[in-house]
T-cell receptor, first 114, second 114 residues
Framework: KAGVTQTPRYLIKTRGQQVTLSCSPI?????VSWYQQTPGQGLQFLFE???????NKGNFPGRFSGRQFSNSRSEMNVSTLELGDSALYLC?????????????FGSGTRLTVV | AQSVSQHNHHVILSEAASLELGCNYS??????LFWYVQYPGQHLQLLLK??????LVKGIKGFEAEFIKSKFSFNLRKPSVQWSDTAEYFC????????????FGGGTRVLVKP
């Protein structure tokens, strides 16, 4: 059973650019969540998608957005990149999003903004 | 708002020693509780979870955790650690009403000396 796949693994972008990250959940999982991990702020929730709808959103500016497709694959987009957006972005999937599921995390996309 | 506090940022111990990592949370309703582990260079993995029933839960690799509702705590324990337990450990909370929105503690880095 394939795990959660995130692409690309590494990205280097310039300040002001935009970036799109991709996440393919485990087959059959309908909930996809995104997290940002940094040394200073730790793991912070960005948003969650379930059945193509954003169900929860964290405290991030509107430059951070996402979407989910009918096959449950998800993308997140960050526009007008800032140096502080450098982080490891993690995607997690769970079967039905009941809150009691164990979430399976991907290996992440490491974004460096220069 | 949910919050999670992990008391120790760094723990150093020798093989065969016992490990206990503290976790306290703040949330007004029913919660689902998780411990995740991140081994060096690897993705987050679920160690164990609690959402109801017996407050002592057993997870993988010999870990267990005890939910004490009156203390808002969910401490992780292992009676005898191995060098391979060197990792960062994260406590996380998901309020039942929050869908899939994990709030993580700041993490505890555990170094087990051979």
């Amino acid at each position: 059973k394939a795990g959660v796949t995130q692409t690309p693994r590494y990205l280097i972008k310039t300040r002001g650019q935009q970036v799109t990250l991709s996440c393919s959940p485990i087959s059959g999982h309908r909930s996809v969540s995104w997290y940002q991990q940094t040394p200073g702020q730790g793991l912070q929730f960005l948003f969650e998608y379930f059945s193509e709808t954003q169900r929860n959103k964290g405290n991030f500016p509107g430059r951070f957005s996402g979407r989910q497709f009918s096959n449950s694959r998800s993308e997140m987009n960050v526009s007008t990149l800032e140096l502080g957006d450098s982080a490891l972005y993690l995607c997690a999937s769970s079967p039905a999003g009941s809150g009691k599921d164990g979430y399976t995390f991907g290996s992440g996309t490491r974004l460096t903004v220069v | 708002a949910q919050s999670v506090s992990q008391h120790n940022h760094h723990v150093i111990l020798s093989e065969a020693a016992s490990l206990e990592l503290g976790c306290n949370y703040s949330y007004g309703g029913t919660v689902n509780l998780f411990w995740y582990v991140q081994y060096p260079g690897q993705h987050l993995q679920l160690l164990l979870k609690y959402f109801s029933g017996d407050p002592l839960v057993k997870g993988i690799k010999g870990f267990e955790a005890e939910f004490i509702k009156s203390k808002f705590s969910f401490n992780l324990r292992k009676p005898s650690v191995q060098w391979s337990d060197t990792a960062e450990y994260f406590c996380a909370v998901n309020g039942n009403a929050a869908g899939n929105k994990l709030t993580f503690g700041g993490g505890t880095r555990v170094l087990v000396k051979p």
